[in-house]
């Protein structure tokens, strides 16, 4: 398939890399700092980055909630406007950048509810530059053009994208996960995995560069996630994961392939419904989509099954079975749960997300087939 790619984030990686912020933000311009509940004073962050822009006019912006709330981000704009700030910069995990993405995007959005952004997709043509220190390898954020914003009183949880929301750098520092809890370690892992298999686990679209780049994210995430968790020191191992997840959802392997995307949208409806972790709704998720779409997925299912876990003997079918089965015992090997029941969800719950997803002025799924009915028979088999 034709495509067209810019990617223009550019990324600083490795041990050190904050000491540079101060280069890469225009000596003029006034910074606001936009993190979470408190973890980047916990673990020196905040005072490197402190410390790197000890000349510059920076303002403080901190609790934004993971799956950031829009109330918050309006008052983010607010304090925006009133003190004239020309830069955001993102410390944290996927929640401060999507954050930071929305904000800088409502903040010069000139008429009309922000909301709208999310609600209807109306187009983001201009944002507020911004840039950001990663402090948790998981949604890609940080090289894409993405963010998904929550509103609690309506129980949505929303997508926007737009290339005005790229960040202008990000800052990975590999250090700066050793003290994420292994609830946050593991939950990258199986984000970044299950954003691969989104764009992987289609249909053949002779595409053998994309489908190998995909295996080997894979294959990285299967072999360094069990070592991270065992070391969570280890820098090799935190560098590897940290750039693997980046990896899996900057936009480059998806390039001229089909997407599915279907485990997450299920996913953010689980999320908006119970308050789970974004990837613990996937791994709850995606074995029933694979399960429910082996048909249509039988021919990456056998790549798959062959390429990332070495399954060549047996049927066709035992060999999908096998597939699906290492994919939910990897998810479980990193400490995820995998089935709704562990999270004190009744069968319900099916009907519940079954009955939100039918609202979609869409199907999901790469051939878009999957309605109400093929959600509920994914969810009826993860209770
Ligand atoms: O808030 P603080 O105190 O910083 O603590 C955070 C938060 O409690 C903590 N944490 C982050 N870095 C840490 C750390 N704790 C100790 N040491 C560190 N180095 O971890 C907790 C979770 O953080 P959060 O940012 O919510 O996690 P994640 O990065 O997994 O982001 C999840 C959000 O991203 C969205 C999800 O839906 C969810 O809202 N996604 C964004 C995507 C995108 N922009 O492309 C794609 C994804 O599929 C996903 O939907
Ligand atoms: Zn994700």
């Known amino acids: ?90 410390v944290g995990g996927g929640s401060v950048l999507d954050a930071a993405k929305f904000v800088a995007a409502a903040t010069l959005r000139k008429d009309g509810d922000p909301w709208d952004i999310l609600l209807k997709q109306a187009p983001v043509k201009e944002a507020l530059p911004l840039g950001d220190v990663l402090t948790l390898p998981a949604t890609g954020s940080e090289m894409n053009a993405g963010a998904v914003i929550s509103r609690a009183e309506f129980r949505q949880k929303l997508f926007f994208g737009s290339p005005a929301v790229y960040p202008k750098f990000s800052i990975l520092d590999p250090e700066t996960t050793y003290t994420l809890p292994p609830r946050q370690t593991t939950n990258g892992i199986v984000d970044a995995y299950i954003h691969v298999v989104e764009q992987y686990l289609t249909f053949p679209a002779n595409a053998p560069l994309q ?112 597939a699906i089965a290492r994919t939910e015992e990897f998810f479980r090997s990193v400490g995820q749960k995998t089935k709704l029941s562990e999270y004190d969800i009744g069968p319900e719950a099916c009907d519940v997300i079954a009955k939100r997803i039918g609202k979609f002025p869409f199907k999901l799924g790469e051939h878009q087939d999957i309605d109400d009915d093929k959600v509920r028979e994914i969810l009826k088999l993860r209770v």
Not at 20 to 45: A, D, H, R
Not at 270 to 279: F, R, S, V
Not at 301 to 306: D, H, M
Request: one cysteine or more; proline letters at 3%.
């Open 211 to 322: 489908d190998r780049l995909c295996e080997s994210i894979l294959l990285t995430l299967i072999e360094e996630g069990p070592r991270v968790l065992k070391d969570p020191n280890n820098y090799d191992a935190r560098a590897n994961i940290m750039w693997a997840a980046t990896c899996a959802l900057n936009g480059f392997i998806s390039l001229g392939v089909p997407q599915d995307w279907a485990s997450h949208l299920i996913g953010h409806e689980i999320t908006a419904e119970y308050g789970l972790d974004h990837a613990q709704t996937l791994a709850v998720v995606l074995p029933g989509t694979m399960q429910v779409q082996r048909d249509k997925k039988k021919a990456k299912l056998l790549q798959y099954a062959e390429r990332v876990f070495g399954l060549t003997g047996g049927s066709e079918d035992e060999r999908i079975d096998a």
């Open 1 to 90: 398939m034709n495509f067209d790619y810019c990617n223009p984030v550019r990324i600083l990686f490795g041990k050190g890399e904050i000491a540079k912020l101060s280069e890469l933000i225009g000596k003029s311009l006034k910074v606001m700092m936009v993190y979470g509940g408190g973890s980047i004073k916990k673990n020196g962050v905040y005072d490197q980055v402190v410390k790197a822009l000890s000349e510059r006019d920076v303002i403080e912006f901190s609790g934004i909630e993971p799956n950031p709330q829009y109330a918050t981000c309006m008052k983010a704009v607010e304090v925006i406007k009133k003190g004239k700030i020309d830069f955001l910069l993102a």
